[in-house]
């Protein structure tokens, strides 16, 4: 059975930096695309970032372009977002997922989610 455990939410200052945590267990993950989505109140969850497992190619969403860096460790079997410079609008509940196509638009898997508190 997959699991998903994400972690390193919290709140945090705009400008400042966390960087959040993905345990998957389950299955090889060789072959599959992971990502993060959010969803913040009173909105859809949307796409942040993904990565292939395979070959690390990145795909992101154009407001975190230049401040979010996804990575995973393959050794580990843990997926990472990093995000810098955050903003009062990246507040949401943050959402590991694991798709054997591309974690773009939706997964087969997801995490419990997290949550991201940015204060102005």
């Known amino acids: 059975q997959v699991q998903l455990v994400e972690s390193g939410g919290g709140l945090v200052q705009a400008g400042g930096s966390l960087r959040l945590s993905c345990a998957a267990s389950?299955?090889?993950?060789?072959?599959?695309?992971m990502g993060w989505f959010r969803q913040a109140p009173g909105k859809e969850r949307e796409f942040v970032a993904a990565i292939i497992w395979s070959d690390s190619t990145t795909y992101y969403t154009d407001s975190v372009k230049g401040r979010f860096t996804i990575s995973r460790d393959a050794a580990k079997n843990t997926l990472y977002l990093q995000m810098n410079s955050l903003k009062p609008e990246d507040t949401a509940v943050y959402y590991c997922a694991a798709d054997p196509n591309s974690a773009r638009r939706s997964a087969d898997y997801w995490g419990q989610g997290t949550q991201v508190t940015v204060s102005s």
């Open positions: 389950g299955r090889t993950f060789s072959s599959y695309a």
